[in-house]
């Protein structure tokens, strides 16, 4: 019985661990544009393309309610990208590459 519920509750995880995942991704480069958006999501681009990003243009979208990012996360994100952009700084941002919004998920500023 102890063999049997190892063997399932090992599936278990790994059915949970596969699905609904983000495949999060990160990139590094200089702001050019950040754009909002009416229905409250903004875009962000850069002055290099990301190869796994599959938007066209390219863009990253920061948006409440997609990949982890809650209303607050998203002003943060957003307070942290304003910051990057006028002092010039680099921006690392990881995001979803399973979709074609990009949707962000974290931003650091970068010396």
């Not at 102890?2 to 090992?10: D, L, S, T």
Request: net charge neutral; glycine share 10%; with cysteine.
């Amino acid at each position: 019985m102890k063999n049997w519920m190892r063997v399932f509750g090992a599936g278990s995880m790994l059915a949970v661990q596969t699905t609904g995942w983000a495949a999060s991704v990160g990139f590094t480069a200089h702001l050019t544009s950040i754009t909002a958006i009416g229905d409250g999501r903004s875009v962000l681009q850069f002055d290099a393309l990301s190869s796994s990003c599959p938007a066209t243009p390219q863009g990253f979208y920061v948006a409440a309610g997609q990949n982890g990012v809650t209303a607050d996360g998203a002003k943060s994100i957003l307070s942290t990208a304003f910051l990057a952009f006028a002092l010039g700084k680099t921006l690392n941002i990881f995001f979803d590459s399973s979709t074609s919004y990009c949707y962000v998920s974290q931003a650091i500023v970068i010396e």
